[in-house]
Nanobody, 114 residues
Framework: QVQLVESGGGLVQPGGSLRLSCVASGFIFRLNTMGWYRQTPGKQRELVASITATGNENYPDSVKGRFTISRDNTKNMVYLQMNSLKPEDTAVYYC????????WGQGTQVTVSS
């Protein structure tokens, strides 16, 4: 079955950086557009980065220029490099395909605070 396991979150000061990782299994990873989503209490899950099977990236304005998504199809992994972090980036971050499936992982908590 589909499994998604995220890691790399933590507590970081404003302006800091984190790199999130996600390992996927149970589907043909290299053929899928993959994305990173985030969610805060009371809000809908938000897509913050996506990368197609051929490596085309897309970001909303809220993270453009600060976040970079990448993938390694040999390892079934997708990454999110987050720089210049802001308190409003605080959320639980998840990876999933785009569009997403119902198979969510446990997510990884990112907290940006001084």
């Amino acid at each position: 079955q589909v499994q998604l396991v995220e890691s790399g979150g933590g507590l970081v000061q404003p302006g800091g950086s984190l790199r999130l990782s996600c390992v996927a299994s149970g589907f043909i990873f290299r053929l899928n557009t993959m994305g990173w989503y985030r969610q805060t209490p009371g809000k809908q899950r938000e897509l913050v980065a996506s990368i197609t099977a051929t490596g085309n990236e897309n970001y909303p304005d809220s993270v453009k220029g600060r976040f970079t998504i990448s993938r390694d199809n040999t390892k079934n992994m997708v990454y999110l490099q987050m720089n210049s972090l802001k308190p409003e980036d605080t959320a639980v971050y998840y990876c999933n395909s785009v569009p997403y499936t119902r198979n969510w992982g446990q997510g990884t908590q990112v907290t940006v605070s001084s």
